[in-house]
T-cell receptor, first 115, second 120 residues
Framework: AQTVTQSQPEMSVQEAETVTLSCTYD???????LFWYKQPPSRQMILVIR??????QNATENRFSVNFQKAAKSFSLKISDSQLGDAAMYFC????????????FGTGTSLTVIP | GAVVSQHPSRVICKSGTSVKIECRSL??????MFWYRQFPKKSLMLMAT?????????EQGVEKDKFLINHASLTLSTLTVTSAHPEDSSFYIC????????????????FGPGTRLTVL
């Protein structure tokens, strides 16, 4: 079974600074997707960034980037120039390409941005 | 981007009654939708996969007779919590994938805003 682990229940960062959220996963699949989702207090899940396992290049979306280490099964999220609006729960998620559309979520990291 | 709606956003009911939650993909069709349950400050737990035109697939430990799922059309899935009890109180979230790219390989999961169920 696939498992996704986020070892940091809570993180904080000073506004305008950089923070990295960790995620590891366990799978026997070779082709899959990895995601970071953000859940603000409104509880609406918002896609932050997506990485396809077959791509060696790390995904980047504006201030958000990932460090994807396939051999180590690690998928960390870096938030640069943190803003107050980045404060939220962040969930790492995994989806295997060939076994349906189910997402497996990590336990989440609560990010606080300090003004 | 694509939009998924849920109705109602919150519901309070008495123990023993049934509650129906709707999940709609507003601007795209979804042959599959997913239902999650989320406890306070916890992760999303997949309950079941809703399949248009066929039976839902339930995750281990989820009572299919208690959580009835009907995928009535390509844009609507419903979750009915039957004979609700206080322990069923939770935040329920649905999602639907939108496929794009070559052979639909790339998909993005869009989430509804969630439904807070409180059973008294």
């Amino acid at each position: 079974a696939q498992t996704v682990t986020q070892s940091q229940p809570e993180m904080s960062v000073q506004e305008a600074e950089t923070v990295t959220l960790s995620c590891t996963y366990d799978t026997s699949e070779s082709d899959y997707y990895l995601f970071w989702y953000k859940q603000p207090p409104s509880r609406q899940m918002i896609l932050v960034i997506r990485q396809e396992a077959y791509k060696q290049q790390n995904a980047t979306e504006n201030r958000f980037s990932v460090n994807f280490q396939k051999a180590a099964k690690s998928f960390s999220l870096k938030i640069s120039d943190s803003q107050l609006g980045d404060a939220a729960m962040y969930f790492c998620a995994y989806r295997a390409l060939n076994t349906g559309n189910q997402f497996y979520f990590g336990t989440g990291t609560s990010l606080t941005v300090i003004p | 981007g694509a939009v998924v709606s849920q109705h109602p956003s919150r519901v309070i009911c008495k123990s023993g009654t049934s509650v129906k939650i709707e999940c709609r993909s507003l601007d795209f069709q979804a042959t599959t939708m997913f239902w999650y349950r989320q406890f306070p400050k916890k992760s999303l737990m997949l309950m079941a996969t809703s399949n248009e035109g066929s039976k839902a697939t339930y995750e281990q430990g989820v009572e299919k007779d208690k959580f009835l799922i009907n995928h009535a059309s390509l844009t609507l899935s419903t979750l009915t919590v039957t004979s609700a009890h206080p322990e069923d109180s939770s935040f329920y979230i649905c999602s639907a994938p939108l496929h794009s790219g070559l052979a639909g390989r790339v998909d993005t999961q869009y989430f509804g805003p969630g439904t807070r169920l409180t059973v008294l």
